[in-house]
């Protein structure tokens, strides 16, 4: 069982960055995939980014790729996303997800445990 809590959400305007982390409860955090999706108002939930188990694998979405980067620090059952360049189409709650699995996955059928998200509003 793996619990995931979001910080780091808030107001910004266009441009400027923010970082999101997601801190992981459970000893074995090391070997799920993590990832990151999105959700705006009236529109389904989407993937934004992945990282593997071992951090030298990520994959992104079109809409952020270039602009947001996913790291992870398993020492700290952590990971984060580090957002710049940020556009008001951007505005949506953020969540974390973890799927126990090695292989990444952009589908979000696949993932088990999701954290309560975070909001992030972009001001143009």
Request: glycine letters at 10%.
């Amino acid at each position: 069982q793996v619990q995931l809590a979001e910080s780091g959400g808030g107001l910004v305007q266009a441009g400027g960055s923010l970082r999101l982390s997601c801190a992981a409860s459970g000893r074995t955090f090391s070997r799920y995939t993590m990832s990151w999706f999105r959700q705006a108002p009236g529109k389904e939930r989407e993937f934004v980014g992945t990282i593997n188990w071992s951090g030298d694998t990520t994959s992104y979405a079109d809409s952020v790729k270039g602009r947001f980067t996913i790291s992870r620090d398993n020492t700290k059952n952590t990971v984060y996303v580090q957002m710049n360049s940020l556009k008001p189409e951007d505005t949506a709650v953020y969540y974390c997800a973890a799927r126990d699995e090695f292989a990444i996955s952009v589908w979000k059928q696949q993932y088990t445990y999701w954290g309560q998200g975070t909001q992030v509003t972009v001001t143009s």
